[in-house]
């Protein structure tokens, strides 16, 4: 068997061009969707995603506004950009790039966003939102992989779904979603004991661990259709996944690819919460506020 592969390229075009029309449609009520990005710090990689992410916007015709801070800034200084962010009407959606400089406190940056605002799902309310079945925004990453398995007309309900990696920006809120779906979850982390005897199990296996061939082929349930998460680069700098691809590929139905598998749908995701937050405008935003 060789696994077709999961266009996530393709698929975040197709999700692009559909945001594109939402915001034409709320241009012509006077309103611009607005995502402030905020970048603290060189990482190179969060400097091509901060890029990326920005273009997404002036292609899909988003107002975007890129705040860099040096990697010295204090938390109270991020803090104070980020308190005025909330307070800007111009923006709509606010993300601070993770990961960020280890003297700051990530938790504590990403709680002073408002969480109405919060387009990338992380804050500690749209956490417990989700968790309950009441999701405000989906984080883009899940959102995305959940819209590629729905492409892929994967069916979920009853499925064996096997999450490797428990984060709380991709693993937890994957697992949130397929639950609500109807599959069956399992959640491994770095202690799970004989990893193979869990991941052989699934029909939907997604892997985000941040550590590249973690899952090989022998892995694999034949015919399974498998998520890759990882971006790693390789000793000759090729951009690989946490899947061994090539053994992975002789045993799955179907694969993403690293690059052009989730990594574009977690930007276009970003637009869609954006462009709802937008559409949700004030009122709306402070009446999911009121069960929090
Ligand atoms: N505040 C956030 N920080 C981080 C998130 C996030 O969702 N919110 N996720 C990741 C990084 N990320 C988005 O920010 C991201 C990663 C990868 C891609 C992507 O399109 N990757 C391409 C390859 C790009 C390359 O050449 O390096 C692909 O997979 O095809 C988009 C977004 C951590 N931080």
Redesign the pocket.
Known sequence: MTARLIDGKALSDTVKSDVSKRVLSLKEQGIVPGLAVVLVGEDP?SQ??VR?KAAACDKAGLHSRVIRLASDTTEGELLDVVHELNADTTIHGI????PLPAHMDASLVIEAISADKDV?GFHISNAGLLMTGQPLFRP??PYGIMKMLEAENVSLRGAEAVIVGASN?VGKPMAMLLLAAGATVTLCNSKTRDLGAQTRRADVLVVATGKPGIVTGDMIKPGAVVIDVG?NRSADGR?VGDVDFESAKAVAAAITP???????M??AMLLVNTVEAAERGPAERGAAAIPI
């Open positions: 990689a091509v995603y990326n993300l601070v790039q993770l990338d883009c990453t920006i971006i951009l690293v690059p052009g598998g989730v990594g574009p977690t930007i």
